[in-house]
């Protein structure tokens, strides 16, 4: 084995119930590198990660570090071997000093108690050498910025590891100037040997901080690749699975009925930290497709339209009505339905029935006082199951027994049942078998044509052409570009996704 591979996973599968979310994958992570670990969501980039951290064990395959097998069977583990891992969000205590933090579990002793002089000095010429970073280890975390504790987490992992950092998705919540001093400290990592892998969803960061690629895709290895040799066409390619000019399908086309004014419409609506300046219009009978990858700002713009966030500046209209601040019950109450991305998390409530999961929703656009009688319910129940094909031997089924598909056809059906004017639909054909998904397609092609507006989120571009009237670009949480017509399909909308086309400023029309 090479002498300057730090790190080196072979052939490692893992399968969940139902799921190959890791097939044969190997990685190779080598001495002074940063290397970035690139794929949408399901690709098995977390997966990988908690293999080779001793969260998951692994089904098959063999990971080495240096020379030596190992096999980490708990995070513990994989930090006494010399792998460490900072995550997103910092895991911390803030009313803690910095100098704790650090050593926390590990303090210096003297006489059978903490040596805090030591442990300040330590602490103190940690961050000077290791990472460069000059700061009073006494004053408590909570008294810096988040890219400060974000350093501390990393002069943590980095006293614990003297070989491997995982920095999985550290600058999402770091402004432009954080994700500098942050990419300084990794690059003086990586001067001193250290091996990083740098797990983001942001082209531009990638391009900038990286030696090396790997992409996953749908838990299979797409590649290895040089970063400077690598365009970022080329990279989002190998991630969506779609090369240029490849044809996308044939539009099903709908008769639309638009109107003059938007139905919904946002004029720089923002959330800071998640989601810049947004403009869109949602036009009665409209497919209005939001594209972008992982990251993208795509589910962050469905949750401020439906009040799940809360924005922070910008102007909400709804049906000509100035919506000052927007929550989920309102969003019901004014015509709003939302399938969330998450439909086990944040859809479906596994112990209740098919019937119940329906009748949520419309339930609580009645209000709790106004109790939807049991045969009215069923009445409404057995109309959307038959309506969307739900196969299920009962309505009084629960819901956590049927197929990914079914389920989410059940919450499909919890919103139709309450008549909206506008669904937000978020990833409504991920993880669902074929037949489900081309039944739900057309069923939004069918609503739309009815009059419904449609808000669309799909990584699958072909899917987003054949469904959308326009397509809204978002990139690393700005709006770029529109696309309509003729001027859809998959090759200009991944052109877009990659290459960028500025950010759009103009007001709603």
Not at 65 to 85: D, K, M, V, W, Y
Not at 132 to 157: C, G, H, P, W, Y
Not at 369 to 386: C, L, R, S
Not at 460 to 483: F, H
Request: hydrophobic share 40%.
């Amino acid at each position: 084995m090479d002498a300057e591979y730090l790190l080196r996973a072979e052939k490692i599968s893992k399968t969940f119930p139902g799921v190959k979310a890791l097939s044969n994958v190997d990685f190779v992570l080598r001495k002074g590198e940063i290397h970035s670990l690139m794929g949408e969501n399901g690709a098995g980039k977390s997966t990988l990660i908690k293999v080779l951290t001793g969260i998951y064990e692994k089904d098959d395959g063999q990971i080495f570090l240096g020379n030596q097998l190992i096999n980490p069977g708990s995070p513990e583990e994989a930090q006494r071997l010399g792998i460490s891992t900072v995550y997103q969000e910092v895991n911390l205590c803030e009313n803690l000093s910095v100098a704790e933090n650090i050593f926390i579990g590990r303090e210096p002793q003297r006489k059978g108690k903490i040596d805090w002089k030591e442990m300040f000095r330590k602490a103190d010429l940690l961050l000077k050498e290791k990472l460069n970073i000059e700061i009073d280890v006494k004053q408590t975390l909570s008294s810096f910025s988040t890219a400060i504790q974000q350093m501390v987490a990393i002069a943590r992992a980095v006293d614990i590891s003297s070989g491997v950092l995982i920095l999985d998705e550290p600058t999402s919540s770091l402004d432009k100037n954080e994700v500098k001093k942050l990419f300084e400290v990794m690059r003086h990592l990586k001067s001193k040997g250290m091996g990083i892998v740098f797990v983001s969803h942001f082209l531009d960061q990638v391009f900038d901080i990286t030696d090396r690629v790997t992409v996953l895709r749908n838990g299979y290895l797409i590649g290895e690749y040089q970063t400077s040799q690598l365009t970022r066409t080329e990279l989002v390619s190998k991630m969506i699975g779609k090369q240029w000019g490849e044809s996308a399908q044939a539009r099903k086309k709908h008769m639309i009925n638009i109107g003059e004014r938007g139905f919904l419409q946002t004029n720089g609506l923002e959330k800071k930290g998640t989601i810049n300046p947004i403009n869109l219009s949602i036009r009665k009978g409209e497919v209005l497709g939001l594209a972008g990858l992982l990251g993208s700002g795509r589910t962050e713009v469905a949750k401020l339209l439906f009040g799940i966030d809360a924005s922070d500046a910008g102007v909400l209209v709804i049906d000509q009505e100035r919506i000052k601040s927007m929550n989920p019950k309102l969003a019901i109450e004014k015509g709003l339905g939302f399938c969330p991305e998450d439909r086990k998390v944040e859809g479906i409530i596994g112990e209740l029935t098919i019937r119940e999961n329906i009748m949520l929703a419309l339930q609580t656009k009645k209000g709790i006082f106004n109790y939807i009688p049991m045969k009215e319910q069923k009445v409404i129940a057995q109309k959307y199951i038959d309506l969307l094909n739900i196969k299920t031997p009962s309505m009084e089924q629960r819901i956590e027994n049927l197929s990914g598909g079914n389920q989410q056809k059940v919450i499909l059906a919890r919103w139709l049942a309450t008549n909206p004017k506008l669904l937000i639909l978020d990833e409504p054909t991920r993880g669902i078998d074929i037949g489900s998904k081309s039944e739900i397609r057309n069923l939004i092609l069918d609503l739309a044509a009815e009059g419904m507006s449609i808000l669309f989120i799909s990584a699958e571009l072909e899917e987003m052409v054949a469904c959308c009237d326009r397509v809204l670009v978002l990139r690393d949480r700005y709006q770029i570009g529109q696309l309509e017509g003729e001027q859809m399909s998959v090759s200009t909308i991944m052109e877009m996704i990659a290459e960028g086309a500025g950010v759009v400023e103009a007001s709603i029309q």
